[in-house]
């Protein structure tokens, strides 16, 4: 019964968050300096794609009625037009593409770097004090401390532009779309190995960092000592006493770094010029296309909310006595 | 097709009438001969206007006129070139004599069809034109070169009003024919045209007070009476802000100066002294624990080399203008190579001839140790000057971001109840947006100013500290001394002055240490994305040229290598000071 409640009150917070969020991505593009007129209808564009702007955002209307329509857009999945990355078509057409793309790189990145992480914090926090514990935290620290796009430009320098064993650019190889099915798995594969390994790296030494401090943590418990001196073996201390604790930390963590994630997956699209949302952000705010800015940063910014959510429910089953 | 019928024809009635061998092969050679050329008589036939006595003989016929170029006006000094063309076809170039002849200091010839030719003095040339055959019929035309003297007028000037160079001085006197120019007369106006003053003289002085865009035109006449004008433009930008363009003071150096003088302003007016015995006493105390904290963290190893590495960097930052070793990085010199194979078409790293360095004649001189970028630049500096960019915006953004957080988290631990609810929902709402993309839409909307790279970071970072301060008043709050203060009927105000925020702040602090890592971090971010201030020298900034440039291609590791080993270890340092910074002021976790 108390899990129910707790579902239902998360889930009406998410419903309310939901609806800030968009009513902060409403107006944090018509509040800032020059009004609405000037952000979302670009200058350099021609007449008919700020005519078009401005009728789909209904501007000429007061707030209230334009954040109606507003609302009403984004629950239709109509995000208006673009105005300069493609040209006055809806944004709603050339998105899944980008997505696809992004949920494909951040999500194989993110398990991969889970795992790796939570292993490498396992490795280290067991061996406290030895060699190897300091040898593999000072790697997590150096890459945590290391800026994603840093990283990503040493690896494009290296393996791309030195040993050529990668391509430089690019989601997908050259004529993608007349390739047969092994051929386009094979070109993706090509192209994503750099991206995928540097976000893997990046983010996995965030995980492996807590992993290991929240395992050290548990591993002075009484409880630990107690499983000791019952004569356990060490592999059923750690599987069956330590980890599961220890692994709450990691999920809360989880939760709030994908904003930082999201961070990580721009740079690295950037980087290697993978055609993602990352990039078309890059795109969006170099060409000053205001309206596709504010559908993916809406998209982004649900995408978060929505993982907050599952972390949250993630948590609850790990851990039941959370009472919040 | 036709015309070549017509000749087998002719072939085939020669062969039949012919009977005598001899007569057959000479009509056989003929008609061989007449074979082969007739495709070309046939096209000489069709074309009517070539004579063949032109083909033959290159004279030039009636029809055919020659053209000295059209009459142009060129400055003293500048070449030009005289080109004679014909109306007729192309034919005979060669055997056309093309001769000039024209006054410059005494009469000169020159000769070739195209010639070019420098004028010494300055007036009206009439240049003649003759044009010449073998069998010396000859055409003639005449082109005027007007040279006039080239006034120097300096270049098109941006200036910024407040500033102390509003008056300009512009210097005429290298204007050629030095020497020989008999007044200058400079007209200044804006832009849309209205008169403000006349001027003359070869050095003048004029002060441009008000905004707004300005054409100076310099007009000189010289001894044979030649007029010439040049235009420049002075583009007059108003006035920033004081807050804009002394932000550090408005909000650093002013808010401090504020608090210190109202501390001693309170305590002269309490009549207590400046320093009273309790004080004495209080900084005796803190000095005991600030020494045994230190001890603490000393023992530290990796916070105190962190600690090391930090105080390096704040001492690269102030003293960048003695380390470096070009006096302005951020002017590029100037390749003194002459005039290179056309840049566009080289890669971009040789775009520049001083780019591909860590060359041994560069390396030797100890002007560039690090290398250039692709404008010539020096690394080296431009990595001193970047460390000034970076700790201004991690010290400066994570202030506002404290500040802010510390306001919230004092506001929702404090009054509790439904104040606590609604900051904590709003934290929560910033606290789930993304806050990189949400600060690329900030700073693509705001524009790429330096401040709004600051201001931008410090309002995206604040919930973090927001929640541990709330957390931390939270327990602060059930302590039994401020129970008592309540219960003596102290106000929320001094309650929270002295018996809180003493107790709370350097608990955060650790968070605050590492918050300027983050900060740090994140404006190389943005540099990177190219949302950066282009006038500011950060690191970010550089490795976005060099990602721009291609670098990675070009194996230019020292550009890559320099900035990115530096944001490394500054963000490196100040983590691990923040991780030993908690380990002294939260001593629960010393055991681990």
Known sequence: MEMRSYMARKTLYLVITLFAIIAFNFFLFRVMPGGPEDVLVPKGSSEFIKDAIREKFHLNEPYPEQFAIYVKQVFTLDFGISAARWKGANITEGLPQPIFNTVLLVGTGTALAIWLGVALGKFAAWRRGKPADTVGMAFALTFYSMPTFLFALVMLMVFAGELKWFPLNGAVGRGYSDMSILEKLASRIYHMILPVTAFTIEVMAEYALIMRNSLTDVLTEDYIVTARAKGLSNKAILRDHAMKNAMLPVVTVAAISIGWVLGGDIMVELVFGYEGLGMLTWDAVNLRDFPLLQAIFLIMAIVVLVANFLADIIYMYLDPRVNV | MAVFDTEMEKLQSCERSSR?????????????????????????????????????????????????????????????????????????????????????????????????????????????????????????????????????????????????????????????????????????????????????????????????????????????????????????????????????????????????????????????????????????????????????????????????????????????????????????????????????????????????????????????????????????????????????????????????????????GYFGKITDEVLMRVTDFFLVLPWFPLMIVMMAILGQKFLWVVVVIGITSWPSTARIVRSQVLTVKERQFIVRAQAIGASDAHIIKTHILPNVLPLIFANTVLLIAIAIFSESFLDFFGLGDPNVISWGTMLESAYEQEAFKGGAWWWIGAPGVAIVGMVLAFSLVGYAVDDVLNPKLRRR
């Open chain 2, 20 to 412: 005598s061998s001899a007569k057959a092969f000479g009509v056989v050679l003929f008609a061989v001969a007449i074979l082969a050329v007739s495709p070309l008589l046939g096209l000489m036939i069709l074309a009517p206007s070539l004579d063949a006595s032109d083909v033959r003989t290159h004279s030039l016929s009636a029809a055919t006129i020659a053209n000295a170029g059209s009459d142009e006006t060129v400055w003293v000094g500048n070449q030009t070139l005289l080109n004679a063309t014909l109306t007729t076809s192309d034919y005979g170039w060669q055997v056309l004599y093309f001769n000039w002849s024209f006054e410059d200091n005494g009469t000169l010839k020159r000769s070739g069809r195209v010639v070019p030719y420098t004028f010494s003095t300055t007036g009206i040339h009439n240049v003649t034109l003759t044009v010449t055959d073998p069998t010396n019929a000859s055409l003639t035309d005449e082109v005027v070169v007007t040279v006039v003297p080239e006034p120097v007028t300096g270049s098109n000037r941006i200036l910024h009003e407040g500033s102390d160079v509003l008056t300009i001085t512009f210097d005429a006197s290298l204007s050629e024919p030095k020497g020989s120019i008999v007044s200058y007369e400079w007209n200044i106006s804006t832009k849309a045209g209205t008169f403000l003053a006349n001027l003359s003289g070869p050095v003048v002085q004029y002060s441009f007070n008000k905004s707004g865009n300005y054409t100076v035109t310099l007009t000189v006449t010289d001894s044979n009476g030649m007029i010439a004008s040049k235009s420049i433009f002075v583009r007059v930008v108003p006035k920033p802000l004081f807050i804009v363009a002394h932000w550090i003071f408005t909000f650093i150096e002013l808010p401090i100066l504020l608090i210190v003088a109202y501390i001693i302003i309170g305590r002269l007016r309490k009549g207590a002294g400046l320093v009273t015995k309790t004080d004495v006493e209080k900084a005796r105390l803190q000095y005991k624990t600030f020494k045994k904290d230190w001890k603490v963290f000393k023992a530290n190893r990796l916070g105190f080399t962190g600690l090391i590495v930090l105080v390096m960097f704040v001492v690269m930052a102030i003293l960048a203008p003695v380390l470096s070793t070009v006096p302005n990085p951020n002017e590029h010199e100037e390749p003194n190579v002459p005039d290179p194979i056309d840049p566009k078409n080289l890669p971009p790293l040789q775009q520049n001839p001083l780019s591909p360095t860590l060359k041994k004649s560069i390396y030797t001189n100890w002007t560039h140790p690090l290398g250039t970028d692709h404008k010539g630049q020096d690394i080296y500096s431009l990595t001193l000057y970047g460390s000034r960019a970076s700790l201004i915006v991690g010290l400066v953004a994570t202030a506002i971001s404290v500040i802010l957080g510390a306001l919230i988290g004092l506001g929702a």
